[in-house]
């Protein structure tokens, strides 16, 4: 099993910045990918970003290219997302989660895969 927990959430101005951190525990953090999710009330979860176990891949929605930057820290067991140039749209909960069954190649955006999920971190972006 994977345990993890987000922190870094907050409110912040129009095109202002935050970081979101997820620690994670359980299994060994660099045998699985790692992806970001977000979900606005009335609105179905989307893809945000994801990193592969070494961290030498990532993908972005086109949404948040340019803005965000999805990272980890393997020996902190630790995926990060920096979130710059927020905007009101941005205002949801984020969510970490994982893919313990990656592809040897390529990024998942599925929702579906990730098997393990965080609480959430309400991120607010005002105007």
């Known amino acids: 099993q994977v345990q993890l927990v987000e922190s870094g959430g907050g409110l912040v101005q129009a095109g202002g910045s935050l970081r979101l951190s997820c620690a994670a525990s359980g299994r060994t953090f660099s045998s699985y990918g790692m992806g970001w999710f977000r979900q606005a009330p009335g609105k179905e979860r989307e893809f945000v970003a994801a990193?592969?176990?070494?961290?030498?891949?990532?993908l972005n929605a086109d949404s948040v290219k340019g803005r965000f930057t999805i990272s980890r820290d393997n020996a902190k067991n630790t995926v990060y997302l920096r979130m710059n140039s927020l905007k009101p749209e941005d205002t949801a909960v984020y969510y970490c989660?994982?893919?313990?069954?990656?592809?040897?190649?390529?990024?998942?955006?599925?929702?579906?895969?990730?098997?393990?999920w965080g609480q959430g971190t309400q991120v607010t972006v005002s105007s």
């Open positions: 990193v592969n176990r070494s961290g030498g891949r990532t």
């Open positions: 989660a994982s893919d313990t069954n990656p592809p040897m190649y390529g990024l998942r955006t599925s929702p579906s895969v990730y098997d393990y």
